[in-house]
């Protein structure tokens, strides 16, 4: 991808972090610990899913550009996304989906520690960000349960996708607490 779209979904990805964090940082472990009548997550349970599936889209990612690394095609695209991946991209905001067993959160986690990790995923992007700006990454790809084979480029979107995706949950779930 060209250095400036990298920009653009870096930039993107680090606005959804901060919407994660601004919508979990002023609840107290106890509230964010509470399951809500009716709700299958707790809001701590939400929040480390969100870092769960970040941690898996960072090393989803590391291994597509090692691949691309490999295969030493640079980049010379103005975009790595397929016309399937935009088309599903506005399909899955109306739609409501079952996380696979491996990102379900097994709860017990705090915010806090769900955060910290995190911010861990968002360095080890952040590493990576070279190897997005050299490499042509849309010919590896790895599959996704909804949207179907995703190149490196689109797991980097979905990332920051999937977190705004769940602070719209978080902020409903909020609104049902006791004061």
Known sequence: MNSEKVAEIYAANQRAREKVIAAVKDLSAERSLSPLEGEKWSIAQVTEHIAMVADAAARICAKLLGQSEAADVES??????????????????????QAPERVQPVGGQSIEQSL???????????????LFEQYDCR?????????????????????????????KQVES????LRP
């Open 76 to 97: 010379d695209a103005d975009t790595a996304f397929s016309d399937t991946f935009l088309t599903k991209s506005k399909e899955i905001a109306a739609i409501k989906l």
């Open 116 to 130: 910290a990790k995190l911010t861990a995923v968002s360095s080890r992007f952040d590493e990576l960000r070279p």
């Open 139 to 167: 010919e590896q790809t790895f599959p996704h349960p909804f949207f179907g084979e995703l190149n490196a480029g689109e797991w980097l979107a979905l990332a920051g996708l999937h977190a705004e995706r769940h602070v």
């Open 173 to 176: 779930l909020k609104s049902k």
